[in-house]
């Protein structure tokens, strides 16, 4: 990730604060584009878990990697930050997924995202065995783009219904719901979905209302638990009929937004699985999206572990 100015984006022809999806081609052209840069490891679904283990719960990652350096890095940063990470490496190409991300002086990030390897990671690779162990299967939108990993998680979904766990998914951006919106609602129509996460777009593009409350009524009596960010405005969740919403945590200077619903999930999950009051899990969130956006990067510099414990009593 690095820097950038208004001006480079409509250079570059960025749809900013979004996310895009590029080939290897665009991804070096933008990379050379690029002025100095942090590589930081990161990943949807791996950030939320970075989040949660920082905090102290147990969690586990499946994903795949390319047989590189940038595949290394990963690992190592996954497993350093205390994950069990036992998937291995793809031999041959295409390398390691990479996201490159442009932030502008108001902390909007703009990501253009070559999956890479992480397009290819197959079913067997499943460890059904965590899976029914863990209390929560937690999946990104991200992934359901690409057939292989779509397969797994479809095939991940149905272990932990067997096995009598809650699934939660986060939608990840308008863009995959403009491609998968059918497979995501027929999910959650045949009650495959415990937890959900959306921001507006996201529940607008899903529900087809372009009002956010109009969207919830619509949404909320399908899902057990759906959680609604609204960014600098809080968040919302509505969970068994009860309902509760809090403001943003407050933060003296927004520097990159990159990561603020990764970490968000991972302070609502913490709470979820300690069984807290609908409220503390919000709180929880947004604390720790208030972190994250304090600095550069998607996972916390902060010990968010001692940053949440006056909220949990």
């Given at each position: 990730m690095a820097p950038?100015?208004?001006?480079?984006?409509?250079?570059?022809?960025?749809?900013?604060?979004?996310?895009?999806?590029?080939?290897?081609?665009r991804a070096h052209h933008l990379y050379d584009a690029m002025g100095p840069a942090r590589e930081i490891s990161g990943g949807s679904a791996a950030n939320t878990l970075a989040g949660l283990a920082a905090l102290g719960a147990d969690c586990a990652f499946i994903g795949q990697v390319a047989q590189d350096q940038l595949g290394e890095v990963f690992a190592h940063d996954i497993r350093a930050g205390g994950i069990a990470f036992a998937t291995p490496a793809r031999a041959g190409d295409p390398s390691t997924a990479r996201c490159l991300i442009f932030v502008t002086p108001d902390?909007?990030?703009?990501?253009?995202?070559?999956?890479?390897?992480?397009?290819f990671l197959p079913a067997d690779a499943l460890d059904e065995t965590t899976i029914a162990a863990a209390k929560v299967l937690y999946l990104e939108g991200y992934l359901w783009d690409p057939e292989e990993p779509r397969r797994a998680m479809q095939r991940a979904i149905g272990a932990a219904r067997d096995a009598g766990r809650e699934v939660a998914f986060t939608l990840s951006d308008a863009f995959v719901?403009?491609?998968?919106?059918?497979?995501?609602?027929?999910?959650?129509?045949?009650g495959q979905i415990d937890i959900l996460f959306a921001n507006e777009h996201e529940l607008a593009a899903l529900t087809?209302?372009?009002?956010?409350d109009d969207g919830i009524a619509k949404l909320a009596p399908q899902v057990p638990v759906l959680v609604v960010t609204h960014g600098e405005n809080g968040a919302q969740a509505i969970a068994h009929g009860q309902r509760a919403r809090v403001d943003a945590a407050p933060v003296a200077h927004v520097v990159d937004t990159t990561g603020a619903g990764d970490l968000f999930a991972a302070g609502f999950l913490f709470g979820h699985v300690r069984g807290a009051a609908l409220e503390t899990c919000l709180k929880l969130g947004a604390a720790c999206a208030a972190e994250v956006i304090s600095h550069y990067g998607a996972r916390p510099e902060a010990d968010i572990k001692a940053l949440v414990a006056p909220l949990l009593g």
């Open positions: 950038a100015s208004e001006e480079d984006i409509a250079r570059l022809e960025m749809a900013k604060g979004g996310m895009t999806l590029v080939d290897a081609a902390g909007q990030r703009t990501m253009n995202t070559f999956l890479g390897a992480s397009q719901i403009a491609r998968h919106g059918d497979d995501f609602r027929a999910l959650i129509a045949a087809g209302c372009a009002d956010a």
